[in-house]
């Protein structure tokens, strides 16, 4: 949402949340209209015929509004909108001939054309307050069917991203089992607590960040378990409040992929470095990994795999928008994810 709709939709909030006061601000003005025009001259001020003007006014004024809001024959509109000028105003002036014992003698058409110049302005206002109060509720539909459409497409990325990393952990704990390692059911163990978090917890729009980073110590130890002397990984948090609350399963993607391109590298104990803090409600994630600028393994799998960075980023779009800073870098072998948000 551009400047120009954001500040037309506080606009139309504004005057939809003031519209009584509007309405009595406009009468108020309505009668007292004639007294400031009288002020220095000979003419006089009648206020009970000015009440009078008012009740019909008002008439006009809602009538006008309701033609607007049901109907959608323009002609119509007109030819009904004129007869009920000139009805109203021959009514105007019975009534007040009745009321003050006037003397009018004007014909029907002779007086009530001449309520149609006033009434016309009225019923204008009653069209301005159609196309305000319609165009409140288109926006408030806009905001609900684009509140869904992001909703949809959160949830289309979210999907994306779980079985990849469900896949990636499946196929570490196969690895182990080909080895016929003793640990397979610690990490089979393990994997079912990711499975909760991914399945539960994942699925809410916010979770506790300590739930958070556990469910990012489960998989790092995973990940040990498995790489053994080929990857170390340095795991730093340092969190002011650990209840705060943030958007779950944003930052698994960038540590899968870092660990993943890591074990592809040759030779051992490889350094993997993850922080994270939280600072006065600023957020800042980093990762780490080092990377070997050619290799054509890691060139593939990092085609194959950067939907997962590219859902996270999407996700964040929606989810943080301009609360959030994402760089990622290559730089000396060294491959740079650098997040903060404003939570």
């Known amino acids: 949402m551009n400047n120009n709709q954001t500040k037309g939709k506080v606009l139309l909030n504004s005057i939809k949340k003031k519209e009584p006061f509007i309405h009595v601000l406009f009468w108020v003005s309505y009668v007292l209209f004639p007294y400031l025009k009288s002020i220095g001259r000979d003419t006089l001020y009648h206020f009970y015929s000015e009440l009078i003007d008012l009740l019909f006014g008002m008439v006009i004024f809602y009538i006008s509004y309701a033609v607007f809001f049901t109907s959608k024959n323009i002609l119509g509109k007109v030819l009904f909108l004129l007869f009920l000028f000139c009805g109203i105003g021959y009514v105007n002036l019975k009534a007040h001939n009745w009321f003050f014992q006037g003397t009018h003698t004007e014909t029907f058409w002779h ?128 969190v002011d409040n650990y209840e705060e609350v943030i958007s779950p399963l944003l930052l698994i993607s960038f540590i899968e992929n870092a660990i993943k391109y890591t074990s592809m590298l040759r030779g051992k104990n490889h350094c993997v470095k993850i922080g994270i803090q939280l600072e006065q409600k600023t957020f800042h994630f980093s990762c780490q990994n080092p990377y070997l600028e050619g290799n054509s393994l890691i060139e593939v799998a990092s085609k194959a795999n950067g939907i997962g960075i590219e859902n996270t ?14 760089l990622i870098d290559k730089k000396n072998n060294l491959f740079n994810v650098d997040l903060k948000i404003e939570v």
Do not use: W
């Open 313 to 326: 980023t999407k996700r964040l779009e929606h989810l943080y928008p301009n609360k959030h800073s994402l």
């Open 111 to 238: 007086y009530s054309i001449n309520y149609i110049s006033t009434y016309s302005i009225l019923a204008l206002f009653g069209y301005v307050l159609f196309l305000i109060k319609k165009g409140y509720k288109n926006q408030q539909l806009y905001d609900e069917m684009n509140a869904k459409k992001k909703e949809a497409e959160l949830a289309n990325l979210k999907s994306q991203i779980n079985p990849h990393f469900l896949f990636n952990t499946l196929n570490s704990i196969y690895l182990s089992a080909l080895k016929k390692e003793d640990n397979t059911a610690d990490l089979i163990l393990k994997l079912s607590d990711n499975f909760r978090y991914v399945l539960q917890d994942g699925q809410h729009k916010q979770v506790a960040l300590k739930k958070e980073i556990a469910h990012i110590r489960d998989y790092l130890s995973l990940q040990k378990e498995r790489l053994k002397e080929k990857v170390t990984i340095d795991f730093e948090v340092s």
